[in-house]
Nanobody, 124 residues
């Protein structure tokens, strides 16, 4: 089992930046592919970014590529999502998730553990 707690969300103006954190406990991050997903009101939860168990590979949704960066710090057992050049359409609840599978995937249903989410609101 792993427990995930997100933090770092808030209100920011368009063009601004935020860094989200996902603190893991129970097991080390190296046991999981770690993903970030987001969900706006009335929409399905969508993939944002992932980082492989080794930390050597990352993958991003087209909508955030070039603006967001996912990273991990095994010493702190924490995953980060650096969000730059934020747009109003980035407004959503952002969730951290862990997948114990062998292959890193973007599919929501493949992730076994989820945090409670942190709200990100980008004003125009």
């Amino acid at each position: 089992q792993v427990q995930l707690v997100e933090s770092g969300g808030g209100l920011v103006q368009a063009g601004g930046s935020l860094r989200l954190s996902c603190a893991a406990s129970g097991r080390t991050l190296s046991s999981y592919t770690m993903g970030w997903f987001r969900q706006a009101p009335g929409n399905e939860r969508e993939f944002v970014a992932l980082i492989s168990k080794s930390g050597r590979s990352t993958y991003y949704a087209d909508s955030v590529k070039g603006r967001f960066t996912i990273s991990s710090d095994n010493a702190k057992n924490t995953v980060y999502l650096q969000m730059n050049s934020l747009k109003p359409e980035d407004t959503a609840v952002y969730y951290c998730a862990a997948d114990s599978g062998i292959v890193a995937v973007t599919t929501r249903s493949k992730y076994d553990y989820w945090g409670q989410g942190t709200q990100v609101t980008v004003s125009s």
